[in-house]
């Protein structure tokens, strides 16, 4: 079992521009979820899904959007990048019981 | 809402030293309780556990006791070695959250040879 990937490991944009960031899980969990890191601040929610076609807001959600449209995967969008977005980001899944996490990508917003 | 504090790092230890990192939380319900731990340039692992009050978790030496009366699951090892350099989050889980955690800031420790 691969467990939880995510691709790109890296990204560089520039402000305006846009990309997504896939999560992919082969441990069949119902619950996805997204966050930030960064300095200091431990990881924040972003957004959620507990099951394929659904999605929730976390504690951090604007500028990004996500989509569950097939269980293994959850889709983190960010339409128009601005450097506050500068972060590391986590993906990982769970059953509801403990949360398994993927290897994180780094993105940079000049 | 729900809150997380844990103490501020960098703590710096020399190896065999004792570690103590504090974590104590507000939360409605009766939350499951994580330690997760974060090594350079990775993601973070699950550490320990504790799903009620009293229990223990342990794992690699570190052990954690959830104390409901006093709200806190202190991180604690005896004698810790350079690799167990890393930082540390400390994250409730609520029994009403979709399985969701509520992460502290991180508590970074650097163990010296």
């Known amino acids: 079992n691969a467990g939880v990937t995510q691709t790109p490991k890296f990204r560089v944009l520039k402000t305006g521009q846009s990309m997504t960031l896939l999560c992919a899980q082969d441990?069949?969990?119902?619950?996805m979820y997204w966050y930030r890191q960064d300095p200091g601040m431990g990881l924040r929610l972003i957004h959620y899904?507990?099951?394929?076609?659904?999605?929730a807001k976390g504690e951090v959600p604007d500028g990004y959007n996500v989509s569950r449209l097939k269980k293994q995967n959850f889709l983190l969008g960010l339409e128009s990048a601005a450097p506050s977005q500068t972060s590391v980001y986590f993906c990982?899944?769970?059953?509801?019981?403990?949360?398994?996490f993927g290897p994180g990508t780094r993105l940079t917003v000049l | 809402g729900n809150s997380v504090t844990q103490m501020e790092g960098p703590v710096t230890l020399s190896e065999e030293a004792f570690l103590t990192i504090n974590c104590t939380y507000t939360?409605?319900?009766?939350?499951?309780l994580f330690w997760y731990v974060q090594y350079p340039g990775e993601g973070l692992q699950l550490l320990l556990k504790?799903?009620?009050?009293?229990d223990k978790g342990s794992n690699k030496g570190f052990e954690a006791t959830y104390r409901k009366e006093t709200t806190s699951f202190h991180l604690e090892k005896g004698s810790v070695q350079v690799s167990d350099s890393a930082v540390y989050f400390c994250?409730?889980?609520?029994?009403?959250?979709?399985?969701?955690?509520?992460f502290g800031a991180g508590t970074q420790v650097v163990v010296t040879p």
């Open positions: 504790a799903t009620k009050a009293d």
């Open positions: 990982a899944s769970s059953t509801g019981a403990q949360q398994f």
């Open positions: 994250a409730p889980m609520t029994t009403d959250s979709w399985g969701k955690l509520q």
């Open positions: 899904s507990v099951g394929e076609g659904t999605t």
């Open positions: 939360a409605t319900g009766y939350p499951s």
């Open positions: 441990m069949n969990h119902e619950y």
